[in-house]
């Protein structure tokens, strides 16, 4: 009996270590749920509502081990529309789910929920996560804590406890509000008022703070694992712990050979691991640990110090000892902090810098200015507005995201594949600044064929004053093989470079007035951004993407998208609605772009209801008073009090029309419209930015149009639409699926409406199913656009 007892406690113990064994290569899969909502948050004395993840600032943290697969539930209960980056995750093969708006996808909307489902590989460290779209990462920010693979030990001594601490910045006021008056008047925007360490600013500001204190409990002769973050919007922070000395072990997820240090900085976006040894005895004393802001630029900053206390006993009459941080302005302090960062470059954790390079290129980053709109007054350098750039292109924020029109095929009019790979214009970036201070703008994309070796060499310009730039890599780590000042040197500058153990990071400073060189491998196909860290300058265009083709093998092709990718209303482009509905009249060409224009940025419900309800004048006087300019634009395009008789539409028969596009693809365009200049002027307009085939107007260039026949036209267009009953479809369009509601409303609001509304008034149609049914069989056998077209 004994003999099997034994027996059975050695199989199950095989057992275990089989099941151990398993995990520890395939990973497990992590669930959390983030619900977006607002929460009541008082510091400094001031309470004001925070956008934040399931009512807490910060938010919950995420902890998983490498090789782990995480779906993280994001349900948007607030206003503001939504996105979350996973700030350094690589996101091999899964950039639908990096998280910046209207470049790997549209924001989650109110009342939507978007599932981020990735794979960590190859990473373990501390990342963290944060709001992705507009300055919603204010208080939207957590840690991301990716811990070694089971039974991977840490290349230090194992610490007796982790603790992070996540740096950040508290506005008294709404930071949306704060770049939204910045956005309209062309200036700079106000500055925060307090620095936190996790969401609290400490004793150092007023009689309110001191209670809202970070404290972090020791004991005596331990050693503690201090993850630090600086998810801050706009200052880059050096920190500090009195009479304490720091061992630095990683940086950005990434370990590095070990060294001490009394201060460390830190750029928005950077993340660094340090080994904090207590004293052995029970020093009888409290000490801070205290940041502040370094600062290169001439702007406006907070210059305030946040602190927590370091309390190795609870008595409250210890003395407290204060650290001593470098100053401001401390370029000396922070070039030689980070140049002592270096990769382990070991056997298990090699540094892996490409030897070979296939593409050399020289972006020059740094602020400039855009003109003011005419009879406006900007409040930017001499009645100007801010702007930056990257190679002197401001990044526009497109309208659709560019990973979805690049896997779709639909890429025209959306972005440029021609982002260029030096300046346009040569000059001295760090002396005397040229007298053009103009930035030009665009959403230009820099194309890479997979597996492509990338030196990129990064350059501070003086055009409005010299200023470090932390820039962020979305989908890769890069290593970081040189830096120095001044004018970058091509010929001599390479020669040292260091190809051995250079830091691998996915932040990194640009040198005030200096310049720095990354290396990395194009090998995760996609688009990825890059932008600088500090929001203020990420407002103001500091930003590009990149482009990575697929590779041959299907390991090295992007995934497809998933279901639940937030979508824009209309998923149908102008091409797939022309393949499959050819256009009969003007009219109805201008009423289908309609409704693709306008429904790309809003809910599909929203469009129709307005339909619905007949939209009045007074409710376009209301929408003037609503933040959301887009739909003040459908509001003032749905004006349905036009008569019918108001529309005088020239080209009406089908001949025409026929004979019409012909010429416009022959270049010989002004046949259309021609007794109506404004319209045949936007019309041609647009021409010009697609193929004929593909032709569509924009919602503002529609609301533009002032010459009152040009606009007849676009509202006698939409008047169609007015007169089809959409009751019997309410309760397809109030599905929280809107794809299949776009391809109802795709076939119902196109050619052949009136014959249609005539049978679904007489036969009672009621459902999705009974409309294909009666009008388009063929529909219900599609599962997407690209088996239609």
């Given at each position: 009996?004994?003999?099997?007892?034994?027996?059975?406690?050695?199989?199950?113990?095989?057992?275990?270590?089989?099941?151990?064994?398993?995990?520890?290569?395939?990973?497990?899969?992590?669930n959390?749920?983030?619900?977006?909502?607002?929460?009541?948050?008082?510091?400094?004395?001031?309470?004001?509502?925070?956008?934040t993840?399931?009512?807490?600032?910060?938010g919950?943290?995420i902890?998983?081990?490498?090789?782990?697969?995480?779906?993280?539930?994001?349900?948007?209960?607030?206003?503001?529309?939504?996105?979350?980056?996973?700030?350094?995750?690589?996101?091999?093969?899964?950039?639908?789910?990096?998280?910046?708006?209207?470049?790997?996808?549209?924001?989650?909307?109110?009342?939507?929920s978007y599932?981020?489902?990735?794979?960590?590989?190859?990473?373990?460290?501390?990342l963290?996560?944060?709001?992705?779209?507009?300055?919603?990462?204010?208080?939207v920010?957590?840690?991301?804590?990716?811990l070694?693979?089971?039974?991977?030990?840490?290349?230090?001594?194992?610490?007796?406890?982790?603790?992070?601490?996540?740096?950040?910045?508290?506005?008294?006021?709404?930071?949306?509000a704060?770049i939204?008056?910045?956005?309209?008047?062309?200036?700079?925007?106000?500055?925060?008022?307090?620095?936190?360490?996790?969401?609290?600013?400490?004793?150092?500001?007023?009689?309110?703070?001191?209670?809202?204190?970070?404290?972090?409990?020791?004991?005596?002769?331990?050693?503690y694992?201090?993850?630090?973050?600086?998810?801050?919007?706009?200052?880059?922070?050096?920190?500090?712990?009195a009479?304490?000395?720091?061992?630095?072990?990683e940086?950005?997820?990434?370990?590095?050979k070990p060294f001490?240090?009394?201060?460390?900085?830190?750029?928005?976006?950077?993340?660094?691991?340090?080994?904090?040894?207590?004293i052995?005895?029970?020093?009888?004393?409290?000490?801070?640990?205290?940041?502040?802001?370094?600062?290169?630029?001439?702007?406006?900053?907070?210059?305030?110090?946040?602190?927590?206390?370091?309390?190795?006993?609870?008595?409250?009459?210890l003395?407290?000892?204060?650290?001593?941080?470098?100053?401001?302005?401390?370029?000396?302090?922070?070039?030689?902090?980070?140049?002592?960062?270096?990769s382990?470059?070991?056997v298990?954790?090699p540094?892996?810098?490409?030897?070979?390079?296939?593409?050399?290129?020289?972006?020059?980053v740094?602020?400039?200015?855009?003109p003011?709109?005419?009879?406006?007054?900007?409040?930017?350098?001499?009645?100007?507005?801010?702007?930056?750039?990257?190679?002197?292109?401001?990044?526009?924020?497109?309208?659709?995201?560019?990973?979805?029109?690049?896997?779709?095929?639909?890429?025209?009019?959306?972005?440029?594949?021609?982002?260029p790979?030096?300046?346009?214009?040569?000059?001295?970036?760090?002396?005397?600044?040229p007298?053009?201070?103009?930035?030009?703008?665009?959403?230009?994309?820099?194309v890479?064929?997979?597996?492509?070796?990338?030196?990129?060499?990064?350059?501070?310009?003086?055009?409005?004053?010299?200023?470090?730039?932390?820039l962020?890599?979305?989908?890769f780590?890069?290593?970081?093989v040189?830096?120095?000042?001044?004018?970058?040197?091509p010929?001599?500058?390479?020669?040292n470079?260091?190809?051995?153990?250079?830091?691998?990071?996915?932040?990194v400073?640009?040198?005030?007035?200096?310049?720095?060189?990354i290396?990395?491998l194009?090998?995760?196909p996609?688009?990825?951004?890059?932008h600088?860290?500090?929001?203020v300058?990420?407002?103001?265009?500091?930003?590009?993407?990149?482009?990575?083709?697929?590779?041959?093998?299907?390991?090295?092709?992007?995934?497809?998208?998933?279901?639940?990718?937030?979508?824009?209303?209309?998923?149908?482009?102008?091409?797939?609605?022309?393949?499959?509905?050819?256009?009969?009249?003007?009219?109805?060409?201008?009423?289908?772009?309609?409704?693709?224009?306008c429904?790309?940025?809003?809910?599909?419900?929203?469009?129709?209801?307005?339909?619905?309800?007949?939209?009045?004048?007074?409710?376009?006087?209301?929408?003037?008073?609503?933040?959301?300019?887009?739909?003040?634009?459908?509001?003032?395009?749905?004006?349905?009090?036009?008569?019918?008789e108001d529309d005088p539409?020239?080209?009406?028969?089908e001949?025409?029309?026929?004979?019409?596009?012909?010429?416009?693809?022959?270049?010989?365009?002004?046949?259309?419209?021609?007794?109506?200049?404004?319209?045949?002027?936007?019309?041609?307009?647009?021409?010009?930015q697609?193929?004929?085939?593909?032709?569509?107007?924009?919602?503002d260039?529609?609301?533009?149009?002032?010459?009152p026949?040009?606009?007849?036209?676009?509202?006698?267009?939409?008047?169609?639409?007015?007169?089809?009953?959409?009751?019997?479809?309410?309760?397809?369009?109030?599905?929280?699926?809107?794809?299949?509601?776009?391809?109802?409303?795709?076939?119902?609001?196109?050619?052949?409406?009136?014959?249609?509304?005539?049978?679904?008034?007489?036969?009672?149609?009621e459902?999705?199913?009974?409309?294909?049914?009666?009008?388009?069989?063929?529909?219900?056998?599609?599962?997407?656009?690209?088996?239609?077209?």
């Amino acid at each position: 009996m004994g003999g099997f007892v034994r027996i059975l406690i050695f199989l199950v113990a095989v057992a275990i270590t089989l099941l151990v064994s398993v995990h520890s290569v395939a990973g497990a899969t992590r669930n959390y749920d983030f619900n977006i909502q607002l929460q009541n948050v008082t510091r400094l004395c001031h309470t004001r509502s925070v956008v934040t993840v399931n009512g807490k600032f910060p938010g919950p943290r995420i902890v998983a081990r490498e090789g782990d697969r995480l779906l993280i539930k994001v349900t948007n209960h607030v206003s503001n529309n939504i996105t979350i980056h996973w700030h350094g995750i690589r996101q091999l093969r899964s950039g639908w789910a990096d998280g910046p708006a209207y470049v790997t996808q549209c924001p989650i909307q109110t009342g939507q929920s978007y599932v981020y489902n990735y794979t960590v590989i190859g990473q373990r460290g501390t990342l963290f996560w944060h709001a992705h779209i507009s300055w919603l990462r204010a208080s939207v920010y957590g840690p991301l804590i990716i811990l070694p693979k089971l039974n991977v030990p840490y290349p230090f001594t194992k610490p007796h406890k982790e603790v992070p601490i996540i740096f950040g910045e508290w506005f008294n006021t709404d930071p949306e509000a704060i770049i939204a008056q910045a956005t309209q008047t062309g200036g700079g925007p106000n500055v925060s008022d307090a620095y936190t360490f996790n969401g609290l600013p400490g004793p150092l500001y007023n009689e309110c703070s001191a209670k809202d204190t970070f404290k972090l409990k020791v004991k005596p002769g331990k050693t503690y694992l201090l993850r630090l973050i600086n998810a801050a919007l706009n200052d880059e922070l050096l920190f500090s712990i009195a009479n304490h000395t720091l061992i630095v072990v990683e940086a950005d997820a990434i370990y590095v050979k070990p060294f001490n240090t009394q201060t460390l900085i830190l750029a928005p976006g950077q993340t660094t691991n340090v080994l904090l040894k207590t004293i052995s005895k029970p020093p009888g004393a409290n000490f801070l640990m205290s940041a502040r802001p370094y600062v290169t630029g001439q702007g406006t900053f907070d210059n305030s110090t946040v602190a927590g206390i370091l309390e190795y006993e609870s008595n409250k009459n210890l003395p407290l000892f204060k650290p001593t941080l470098p100053s401001l302005n401390d370029t000396s302090f922070v070039t030689q902090f980070s140049n002592r960062l270096r990769s382990l470059a070991s056997v298990h954790f090699p540094a892996n810098v490409p030897q070979k390079i296939d593409q050399h290129l020289f972006f020059t980053v740094g602020l400039g200015t855009s003109p003011c709109e005419k009879n406006k007054t900007c409040q930017g350098p001499n009645g100007t507005r801010f702007a930056a750039s990257i190679n002197n292109v401001s990044f526009v924020q497109p309208k659709v995201a560019l990973l979805e029109s690049h896997y779709s095929g639909q890429s025209k009019g959306v972005y440029s594949p021609y982002f260029p790979s030096n300046p346009l214009h040569w000059f001295n970036y760090t002396g005397t600044p040229p007298n053009n201070t103009f930035v030009s703008n665009g959403t230009k994309l820099m194309v890479l064929p997979f597996n492509t070796s990338v030196e990129l060499v990064m350059q501070d310009t003086s055009i409005l004053g010299i200023e470090s730039h932390p820039l962020h890599l979305h989908g890769f780590n890069f290593f970081v093989v040189g830096q120095g000042f001044g004018n970058y040197d091509p010929k001599n500058d390479p020669k040292n470079f260091n190809l051995v153990d250079p830091i691998e990071r996915n932040t990194v400073r640009v040198p005030s007035g200096g310049w720095v060189a990354i290396r990395f491998l194009a090998d995760n196909p996609g688009v990825w951004f890059m932008h600088c860290h500090l929001e203020v300058h990420t407002s103001w265009g500091l930003k590009m993407a990149w482009l990575v083709l697929d590779g041959k093998l299907p390991n090295q092709k992007l995934l497809p998208p998933p279901a639940d990718l937030p979508k824009h209303g209309m998923k149908w482009s102008p091409a797939e609605i022309l393949k499959l509905h050819p256009m009969k009249s003007m009219k109805e060409m201008l009423t289908s772009s309609f409704l693709l224009a306008c429904c790309l940025p809003l809910n599909i419900d929203r469009v129709v209801n307005l339909m619905a309800e007949e939209i009045v004048p007074a409710e376009m006087e209301r929408a003037s008073d609503r933040a959301d300019s887009q739909f003040a634009n459908l509001l003032a395009a749905l004006d349905l009090n036009l008569n019918e008789e108001d529309d005088p539409i020239k080209v009406e028969t089908e001949e025409e029309i026929s004979n019409a596009l012909l010429m416009l693809k022959e270049d010989q365009p002004e046949v259309l419209l021609e007794d109506q200049p404004e319209a045949y002027s936007c019309v041609q307009s647009e021409a010009q930015q697609v193929q004929p085939e593909e032709l569509y107007v924009q919602p503002d260039v529609i609301s533009s149009i002032d010459q009152p026949e040009s606009l007849a036209i676009v509202k006698g267009s939409v008047l169609d639409l007015a007169e089809v009953s959409v009751e019997p479809f309410r309760n397809i369009f109030s599905m929280e699926d809107h794809w299949e509601a776009v391809n109802l409303q795709r076939s119902f609001y196109l050619p052949g409406t009136a014959d249609q509304r005539k049978v679904v008034e007489e036969e009672g149609v009621e459902s999705k199913e009974g409309y294909w049914k009666l009008f388009g069989p063929d529909l219900s056998e599609a599962k997407d656009s690209r088996e239609l077209v």
